[in-house]
């Protein structure tokens, strides 16, 4: 009884030295692959050399902030995971990924976006390159029409129109310096805990109706975009839910109500009227009873 006590006790002994030494040796290896400073100050040399005026890069991980210190001439990519219109202003992508990650990387780009050259490897570190859509889908977006958008503020006893363009890489529509925050203009925002380039449209004052109009918007199969709050608002008490509304040609064609705490950003989609060349009229219509705290942003584009 006693040997076969002492057996169980040496075989026990033997099975925690063995997963205390896989457990050493799972640590190694994965130290072994964390990018030294000089893996990501190599990768992003290589990119500095190769990349053009309009390209940008993107980290996998996300959050080791090292490559953008080597690459602050260079545009940034921040969403986690990126959609299509965080992506439309650049020729090409760049992306630097920690060994081991490149497939987690790859999935961050929208499905349309293909990598177009062989991996190169600096240590620890994969740069890859990607190219947007050999054809692009899109015959309309928001962004490229905003300045011809009419942009106005519905009251119960008036119309405010919104005259002040502002062109620049931040387009924007300003109705009255009294209210800096109520503009409709490109941005960045951070939606939930992920950075989007959407366009800021947040509720008015005294319960109006904010309407964004396009006119002579080219048909398509489809209208589609995203959606959301961000993350300030997510956090606040206050204020009312914001409805948003598309109408094609007069008529409401999507709705969506966000509650005060409600997250992400959110893909949206409808079909358009079969046969049309162009759209007599594209309007979104932002509401809420009460706009404190009420921020709130989209994207929009018409695919074929």
Not at 10 to 18: E, F, H, P
Not at 104 to 111: F, G, L, N, T
Not at 244 to 268: D, M, Q, S, T, Y
Request: aromatic share 12%; glycine share 6%.
């Amino acid at each position: 009884m006693e040997d076969t006590s002492k057996r169980w006790a040496l075989g026990s002994g033997a099975l925690l030295v063995m997963a205390a030494l896989g457990v050493l040796v799972a640590q190694a290896y994965q130290y072994a692959s964390v990018p030294s400073e000089e893996d990501w100050a190599s990768a992003a040399r290589y990119v500095e050399r190769q990349a053009g005026e309009r390209d940008a890069f993107r980290v996998e991980p996300e959050w080791d902030s090292r490559p953008r210190v080597y690459l602050q001439g260079m545009s940034y990519v921040p969403a986690e995971e990126a959609t299509f219109f965080d992506l439309d202003p650049y020729e090409r992508v760049w992306i630097l990924a920690e060994s081991r990650r490149e497939t987690r990387a790859v999935s961050r780009m929208p499905p349309s976006w293909r990598l177009t050259s062989s991996p190169e490897t600096f240590g620890s570190v994969t740069v890859l390159m990607a190219s947007p859509p050999a054809e692009n889908a899109t015959r309309w977006d928001v962004f490229s029409a905003l300045k011809d958008a009419k942009v106005r503020r519905e009251y119960g006893d008036k119309t405010e129109d919104c005259l002040s363009y502002r062109p620049g890489p931040f387009q924007s529509w300003r109705c009255r310096k009294a209210d800096p925050w109520l503009y409709v203009g490109e941005t960045l925002q951070t939606v939930t805990n992920d950075t989007h380039r959407c366009l800021w449209a947040m509720p008015i004052d005294r319960g109006g109706r904010l309407v964004i109009s396009f006119k002579d918007v080219p048909g398509g199969a489809s209208l589609r975009g995203h959606y959301g709050q961000p993350i300030d608002a997510i956090r606040s008490k206050r204020g009312g839910p914001v409805r948003f509304e598309v109408l094609v040609n007069g008529e409401v064609a999507h709705r969506k109500v966000f509650g005060l705490h409600e997250e992400g950003f959110l893909p949206w989609s409808i079909p358009l009227p079969a046969g049309e060349d162009s759209l007599d009229s594209l309007d979104f219509t932002v509401f809420s009873t009460d706009k404190r705290d009420r921020f709130f942003c989209f994207t929009a584009r018409v695919i074929k």
